[in-house]
C-alpha cells in the first residue's frame, strides 16, 4: 500500500525557517512526483510546488519562489519542504501529495505555526 | 491561473438522500478535473479524477461528470460517512488549482 508520512507539528518565530519531511512507501519513488500543499486556516487548499522523483526538476508556484526549496532522497525514499522567512499568513497544514497530475496519496498533514 | 468555484459553500442533506455538488472552471479544462473528500484530522481522499473515473475503492454512490468548464460530483443515498467537506482541483494548467470547497452536512 502506498503511504506518506509527514514529520510532526512545527512552531516557529516569524523570519525563522520550517524544513518538513515526506518519508514514501509502497510504491516506486522515482517513477512518480511529490507535490507540496497547504491550507491556512479558513482558506481553501494552495498548491505551492512540485518535485520530479528521478530528477528533482521542480516547479514553483509564483507566489513561494525565492522562499521555497523542494529536495528529495531517493536513498530514503523522503521529500522535503524547506519554507523561509516565515510569515504569520505561513500557518497552515502543510501536506505533501503524491502528484500523478492529480493527487492520489496524501500524507497526514504537518502544522505550521508561526507567531511574531 | 485558473479559478475553479464551487457551490454550494454548504449542503445540507439527510442520510440517504442524494448530494449534487457543482464545480466551474474559469476557463476550459477539458476533463482534467478532481474530486477529493476531506474529513477533519484525516488526509484528503481522491474520489474522481479524469471528472468522471472513480479511483480505487471509492464506492459506486460516487459518480462525477461534466467538462470544459462545468463539473458535478453526485453522491446517491448519502450514507454517515459520507458528510465531508468535497473539493475539486484541476490539472489542466499550471499551477494546479482548487475550489473552496462544499461542505455536506447532515439535515
Known amino acids: 500500500q502506498v503511504h506518506l508520512v509527514q514529520s510532526g507539528a512545527e512552531v516557529k518565530k516569524s523570519g525563522a525557517s520550517v524544513k518538513v519531511s515526506c518519508k514514501t512507501s509502497?510504491?516506486?519513488?522515482?517513477?512518480?512526483?511529490i507535490s507540496w500543499l497547504r491550507q491556512a486556516p479558513g482558506h481553501g487548499l494552495e498548491w505551492m510546488g512540485w518535485?520530479?522523483?528521478?530528477?528533482?526538476?521542480?516547479i514553483y508556484a509564483q507566489k513561494f519562489q525565492g522562499r521555497l526549496t523542494l529536495t528529495t532522497d531517493t536513498s530514503t525514499r523522503t521529500a522535503y519542504m524547506d519554507l523561509r522567512s516565515l510569515r504569520s499568513d505561513d500557518t497552515a497544514v502543510y501536506y505533501c501529495?503524491?502528484?500523478?497530475?492529480?493527487?492520489?496519496?496524501w500524507g497526514q498533514g504537518t502544522l505550521v505555526s508561526v507567531s511574531s | 491561473e485558473i479559478v475553479m468555484t464551487q457551490s454550494p459553500a454548504t449542503l445540507s442533506v439527510s442520510p440517504g438522500e442524494r448530494a449534487t455538488l457543482s464545480c466551474r472552471a474559469s476557463?476550459?479544462?477539458?476533463?482534467?478535473l478532481a474530486w477529493y473528500q476531506h474529513k477533519p484530522g484525516q488526509a484528503p481522499r481522491l474520489l474522481i479524477y479524469?471528472?468522471?473515473t472513480r479511483a480505487a475503492g471509492v464506492p459506486a454512490r460516487f459518480s462525477g461528470s461534466g467538462s470544459g468548464t462545468e463539473f458535478t460530483l453526485t453522491v446517491t443515498s448519502l450514507q454517515s460517512e459520507d458528510f465531508a467537506l468535497y473539493f475539486c482541483?484541476?490539472?489542466?494548467?499550471?499551477?494546479?488549482?482548487f475550489g473552496q470547497g462544499t461542505r455536506v452536512e447532515i439535515k
Open positions: 501529495a503524491r502528484d500523478t497530475a492529480y493527487f492520489d496519496r
Open positions: 509502497g510504491y516506486t519513488f522515482i517513477n512518480s512526483a
Open positions: 518535485i520530479s522523483g528521478h530528477n528533482n526538476i521542480t
Open positions: 476557463q476550459s479544462i477539458g476533463i482534467n
Open positions: 479524469g471528472a468522471s
Open positions: 482541483q484541476q490539472f489542466s494548467n499550471w499551477p494546479k488549482t
